[in-house]
């Protein structure tokens, strides 16, 4: 106790060094942020782009780089938190829009690309028989769980701690103001008897379980194929609508995770990298319950949303998903993903530190902690000081990280950019090996 009461103090001091060094570097930032802060509360308007003690200001990208106000360029392996698949320049998606601009903005009226998105996402998604766009994942998933009330009848949802479904549905320990005042019963992640037994308890009231495939925000932890398998028996047998929220998923196989583990839910919620960089949300299923949405054919559920086929993110969408993100391209960004998560744990073990990487494909996360991460109970807060001393120390060596641990790879990002980035690791293991926690022997 005595000696973790020491490293963490020697930990502190060194965390406040990197900061002191941190705003020195970065006049130019600190002054935008306190600028920031007298008309945007927080100096932000996105909660997840704020760390300590002042996020950078970013004024452009190129490639796979990031440039910020102080003239710094970085790495960018934050990646848009996973939804900068095709980097900051992607030739095909940049002409898809001037094509937009070209032909004129707010057409005021149904579109092509949206029909053609529309059967493109169909084509790949396997649970998706028809859908409707929105605007953010967020929405996407409200309207998801709105959904499966009004089609079940029933007013509760289940979810497990620590996943995330948005802005307004976030449901952890304590009461979130911001959250969607939903009945809600809790389980945890990937625990199979737990979870069942909460299910058959309260099934009755129950209209849908929303659950990440691969929790994201909450550190990169994949499901079980028996959690998500039990899931979907359950769910049949008791009447429950399955929604698997894919909003950072569908990224990681052609045709999400739900394509690559062969399970279908009832409904599934996209956003993120499916707009080409615009604002951007979907969500869909089976046709019994998608009509509901058929207001002609005497639906009673009425959506709408001004920009949910706005012409920029149908045609850049398209065009991406299309053009750019193929199916085969997919899959070699994802095992470039997996090949750096494998030399990353191959780092802790070899160094003895408890470092590793979690999480499927090209979207991971660090944690500072050996043995198996299944629920968020393993995870360390996303403010630590270890997480504050990694996200300082890296960005000071160029590369763009987020203080929680997560990076994503963008198809920007090169070989040669990874063994750059699993050197630097290196060298931060070897740097701080006095503060970082070891593996037990
Ligand atoms: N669900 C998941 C799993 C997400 O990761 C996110 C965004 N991080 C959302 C929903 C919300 O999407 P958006 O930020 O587009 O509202």
């Known amino acids: 106790m005595q000696v973790a009461t020491e490293m963490n103090r020697d930990l502190l001091e060194i965390v406040r060094a990197l900061e002191l060094r941190f705003t020195e570097d970065n006049p130019l930032s600190h002054a935008r942020h306190q600028r920031s802060r007298r008309?945007?509360?927080g100096g932000n308007t996105r909660q997840t782009l704020y760390y300590s003690p002042f996020p950078l200001t970013v004024v452009r990208g190129q490639g796979g780089h990031v440039i910020d106000l102080d003239g710094h360029v970085y790495l960018n392996l934050v990646g848009d938190y996973a939804a900068g698949v095709y980097g900051h320049s992607c030739a095909p998606i940049h002409e898809a829009i001037h094509t937009c601009l070209t032909n004129?903005?707010?057409?005021?009226?149904?579109?092509?690309?949206?029909?053609?998105?529309?059967?493109?996402?169909?084509?790949?998604?396997?649970?998706?028989?028809?859908?409707?766009?929105?605007?953010?994942?967020?929405?996407?998933?409200?309207?998801?769980?709105?959904?499966?009330?009004?089609?079940?009848?029933?007013?509760a949802l289940l979810v497990f701690k620590g996943c995330y479904h948005g802005g307004?549905?976030?449901?952890?320990?304590?009461?979130?103001?911001?959250?969607?005042?939903?009945?809600?019963?809790?389980?945890?992640?990937n625990d199979v008897a737990g979870t069942r037994e909460v299910l058959r308890a309260h099934a009755a009231s129950?209209?849908?379980?929303?659950?990440?495939?691969v929790m994201s925000a909450g550190g990169c932890i994949p499901a079980t194929p028996e959690f998500l398998s039990m899931?979907?028996?359950e769910t049949r047998t008791l009447g429950i609508t399955l929604v698997f929220d894919e909003v950072m998923t569908s990224r990681l196989g052609p045709g999400g995770v739900q394509g690559e583990i062969g399970i279908t839910p009832d409904l599934t919620t996209l956003g993120k990298f499916w707009g080409g960089g615009f604002a951007f949300g979907a969500f869909g299923g089976a046709e019994s319950l998608m009509r509901h949405f058929d207001v002609g054919a005497g639906g009673a559920l009425s959506h709408g949303g001004?920009?949910?086929?706005?012409?920029?993110?149908?045609?850049?969408?398209?065009?991406?998903?299309?053009?750019?993100?193929?199916?085969a391209v997919c899959r070699g960004l994802n095992r470039r993903g997996d090949a750096l998560r494998l030399e990353l744990n191959e780092l802790g073990h070899r160094t003895g530190i408890a470092f590793q990487a979690t999480g499927l494909g090209a979207v991971l996360n660090s944690h500072w902690r050996a043995g198996r991460i299944s629920s968020p109970a393993d995870v360390e807060p996303t403010n630590s000081l270890l997480r504050r001393?990694?996200?300082?120390?890296?960005?000071?060596?160029?590369?763009?990280?987020?203080?929680?641990?997560?990076?994503?790879?963008?198809?920007?990002?090169?070989?040669?950019?990874?063994?750059?980035?699993?050197?630097?690791?290196?060298?931060?293991?070897?740097?701080?090996?006095?503060?970082?926690?070891?593996?037990?022997?």
């Open 39 to 41: 008309v945007l509360p």
């Open 104 to 155: 004129g903005l707010s057409l005021s009226g149904v579109n092509n690309p949206e029909v053609e998105f529309a059967e493109l996402i169909k084509a790949r998604i396997p649970s998706l028989e028809q859908l409707r766009f929105c605007n953010s994942g967020s929405e996407a998933c409200l309207l998801a769980a709105l959904l499966a009330r009004h089609a079940t009848n029933r007013p």
């Open 168 to 189: 307004f549905m976030i449901y952890g320990d304590s009461p979130q103001p911001l959250s969607a005042p939903f009945e809600i019963v809790q389980a945890t992640y």
């Open 206 to 213: 129950i209209a849908a379980i929303l659950v990440e495939p």
């Open 231 to 233: 899931l979907r028996e």
């Open 306 to 327: 001004t920009f949910n086929n706005n012409i920029v993110a149908m045609t850049a969408g398209l065009v991406g998903a299309r053009d750019v993100y193929t199916p």
């Open 389 to 441: 001393l990694f996200q300082l120390d890296m960005l000071l060596r160029g590369y763009y990280v987020a203080q929680r641990g997560m990076i994503t790879l963008a198809l920007s990002t090169t070989d040669e950019d990874l063994r750059g980035y699993v050197l630097a690791v290196a060298d931060f293991l070897r740097t701080y090996e006095d503060v970082l926690p070891r593996r037990s022997p």
